[in-house]
T-cell receptor, first 114, second 115 residues
């Protein structure tokens, strides 16, 4: 069975500081991993994905994520946080076996303080 | 570029009433999905349609029905609304169900309150 965990409900960081939003996953095969961001009263927007290849993936708005197979993690990072990064972040995973749907984590609320 | 359009954006229902949430995509995607979002629980899949003419249950299908009207449209129906169905509902689409390397495009959501 597939599962994904986001161990932190809330992450607070000062503007200009680096940020990390954590995600761990469990799949039986190889994972497809995604990060989405949700701003208030909006749908989820795609940030970045890992399918195969380089473990460090770069995405929109200066975000990046590192795939770590041994730790089954896919943490979202940004070197310098902006107040406008404040939002709800979702990690999603899917097994590369056919017939699976994506499983979404519970979300982590990021607050960047000025 | 409309993407995925959901209507209505807000709705208040009385217990026992019925309603249909509409979703349409203009990206020629094959697969469409309905999720509900509840605080602390992330997104849970209600129903999905891998391709036109097919629908399947997701994680939380009880109390809901769906119709894939054509390739563009996928509706979600609540036959007899219950307070437990108070939630934010998102429709999403993807190019192909069997291509996990493609992500989803989400609509902006329908906020439903059942009183």
């Amino acid at each position: 069975a597939q599962s994904v965990a986001q161990p932190e409900d809330q992450v607070n960081v000062a503007e200009g500081n680096p940020l990390t939003v954590k995600c761990t996953y469990s799949v039986s095969g190889n994972p497809y991993l995604f990060w989405y961001v949700q701003y208030p009263n909006r749908g989820l927007q795609f940030l970045l994905k890992y399918i195969t290849g380089d473990n460090l993936v770069k995405g929109s708005y200066g975000f990046e994520a590192e795939f770590n197979k041994s730790q089954t993690s896919f943490h979202l990072k940004k070197p310098s946080a902006l107040v406008s990064d404040s939002a709800l972040y979702f990690c999603a995973v899917r097994d590369d076996n056919y017939g699976q749907n994506f499983v979404f984590g519970p979300g982590t609320r990021l607050s960047v303080l000025p | 570029n409309a993407g995925v359009t959901q209507t209505p954006k807000f709705q208040v229902l009385k217990t026992g009433q019925s309603m249909t949430l509409q979703c349409a995509q203009d990206m020629n995607h094959n697969s469409m999905y309905w999720y509900r979002q509840d605080p602390g629980m992330g997104l849970r899949l209600i129903y999905y349609s891998a391709s036109e003419g097919t629908t399947d249950k997701g994680e939380v299908p009880n109390g809901y029905n769906v119709s894939r009207l054509n390739k563009r449209e996928f509706s979600l129906r609540l036959e007899s609304a219950a307070p437990s169905q108070t939630s934010v509902y998102f429709c999403a689409s993807s190019e192909a169900f069997d291509r996990g390397d493609y992500g989803y495009t989400f609509g902006s959501g329908t906020r439903l309150t059942v009183v």
